[in-house]
């Protein structure tokens, strides 16, 4: 996950004073938030000056079309337009020197990008209010966030607002491409410490599990008893997850199955795959991770155990099943 750290967030130092700090700590991108102000460019030149590292420009503007000059001139590598302000449809430029994305607030529905998919590589996902540093992430923004991966697997996610480590490290989990970092990152009295707890640790715990954990609705389940070996391996398949869920019909959880578990059936039975069934690919006492867990609790869980683990069920006091959680996208992340 790329860091985008936001210049205007310090207004104690010199654009040139941060940019070179933050370079000196291997900053991915610098995010320039332009409020419908031309005179931002000047800035982005005197950048230009002491840094190559590329610029993540978000607009907010009711004429974003007067932009588009500046925005070539200076070959912007990465700029968004806050849909809100957007009168009509907005006809981006051809440029190759530019990723275009489209930014949204949090009480705006993922759904609007489709008018923009054959225009836009990414969005923009405002979790706090936009030009406003120093806002706490709001938890409904991890629906959004899985919403806009589901619908377009194909575009990158950027997220801005309220990004610690904590939220750092869920939306790493979650497969979020960058994150923008403000008062968190530029206000920190060691920058590098504070880029490296995005990047890699949790040093305090908010969220609980069930925050950000996928819903049990959108978790592949089969109902204890109800199904053939062959509907378990094609459920793995078609959520393209690695495993399904085992319930009762009352929701309780009993087991599972996963890749794994399938691979070391056929290895119980290679001498007659035909003799497999449904019962030699489920785990019936898997690890398992209350929702009401925190991040803190998680992790502990994680490091306690031997074996890889990519993935875990959520569920409540009652081991009914509430959800999942799916570690793919931070073991890649982290690789």
Known sequence: M??????????????????????????????????????????????????????????????????FDKILEHKIEFVSFQYENIKGKLDFPETNDTQFGLAIVSDTSVDVFEEYKDDCDFVLIMTTTPGQS??????????????????????????????????????????????????????????????????SSIIHSDFKVKDFAIPVENCPTLVDGDYKMTDIIRQI????????????????????????????????????????????????????????????????LIQSKKFLISFLPVVNDQNKLTGGLSFINLIRSES
């Open 2 to 67: 790329k860091i985008s750290a936001s210049i205007y967030s310090n207004k104690e130092r010199t654009v040139e004073d941060l940019a070179q700090e933050l370079d000196s700590c291997h900053i991915d991108y610098f995010h320039v938030d332009c409020n419908d102000d031309l005179l931002v460019f000047d800035d982005v030149s005197r950048i230009r000056k002491v840094s190559s590292t590329p610029i993540d420009m978000h607009i907010i503007s009711d004429t974003p079309e007067k932009y």
């Open 237 to 300: 398949d078609d959520y393209n997850l690695g495993f399904t869920f085992i319930t009762k019909s009352t929701g309780e959880f009993v087991g599972l199955s996963s890749n794994a578990d399938v691979r070391h059936g056929m290895l119980r039975h290679l001498d007659d795959l035909n003799a497999i069934e449904s019962e030699d690919i489920i785990n019936r006492n898997p690890v398992t991770i209350n929702e009401n867990s925190t991040i803190s609790e998680l992790l502990h």
């Open 134 to 199: 120093g806002g706490k992430f709001r938890p409904d923004n991890f629906r959004k966030v899985r919403d806009f991966r589901n619908n377009y697997p194909g575009k990158s996610i950027e997220v801005d607002g309220g990004v610690n480590d904590e939220v750092g490290f869920i939306l790493r989990m979650m497969g979020v491409n960058s994150v923008v970092s403000g008062s968190y990152l530029v206000n920190h009295e060691s920058i590098a410490t504070a880029l490296l707890h995005l990047k």
